[in-house]
């Protein structure tokens, strides 16, 4: 069964440093999503993706991030200069349309872990 | 702004036997979808069972069910015939069906024991 991926599964690294966190999602899949989870917090969405451009951005998705589809496959998630309160679960997620249906239903990557020190 | 609440922080249940978690949300919409997803440990999210608000039938994925009172805003999860494997967190999450604005707005989760 086609599953979403994400690389790496944890990474660490230090505040002001940039990471960027990697996606595959499913191949026939158009919508692509971020969300965060802070540890004992709420999913938060971060980013919607469609057609190369931002469908829509949280309030969170600030000027120190940014997405790119660099290639058919990976779906990107940069971080310019990380804050200890960028430590998260990250999430990526596609789904197959945005019409209706069963196409909806957004597919969730195993997440990366990202530790600021 | 849609909102959703569960109001059950943590759950336990007796393996095979029934439990129900329970969501409610907020939204002036007519026109969305509900969805449980389930987060085990290894914490991937994994998708349970999902609702369109346009079906009154409720919907049903094996031992998963929903009890889905759109008046109401509610969306409870009944898991029957409990198992250990079940235990996890249970996100409920609101999603609208308008223009391009599929995001997904969550509850805070409860965390679901399943006792042998």
């Known amino acids: 069964e086609p599953e979403v991926t994400q690389t790496p599964s944890h990474q660490v690294t230090q505040m002001g440093q940039e990471v960027i966190l990697r996606c595959v999602p499913i191949s026939n899949h158009l919508y692509f999503y971020w969300y965060r989870q802070i540890l004992g917090q709420k999913v938060e969405f971060l980013v919607s993706?469609?057609?190369?451009?931002?469908?829509?951005k949280s309030e969170i998705f600030d000027d120190q991030f940014s997405v790119e589809r660099p290639d058919g496959s990976n779906f990107t998630l940069k971080i310019r200069s990380t804050k200890l309160e960028d430590s998260a679960m990250y999430f990526c997620a596609s789904s197959e349309t945005s019409g209706g249906g069963q196409g909806e239903t957004q597919y969730f990557g195993p997440g990366t872990r990202l530790l600021v020190l | 702004a849609q909102t959703v609440t569960q109001s059950q922080p943590e759950m336990s249940v007796q393996e095979a036997e029934t439990v129900t978690l329970s969501c409610t949300y907020d939204?002036?919409?007519?026109?969305?979808?509900l969805f449980w997803y389930k987060q085990p440990p290894s914490r991937q999210m994994i998708l349970v069972i999902r609702?369109?608000?346009?079906k009154q039938q409720n919907a049903t994925e094996n031992r998963f069910s929903v009890n889905f009172q759109k008046a109401a805003k509610s969306f409870s999860l009944k898991i029957s015939d409990s198992q250990l494997g079940d235990t996890a967190m249970y996100f409920c999450a609101f999603m609208n069906n308008a223009g391009n604005n599929r995001k997904l707005i969550w509850g805070l989760g409860t965390s679901l024991a399943v006792n042998p």
């Open positions: 939204t002036s919409e007519n026109n969305y979808y």
């Open positions: 609702q369109e608000a346009y």
């Open positions: 993706f469609y057609n190369n451009e931002i469908s829509e």
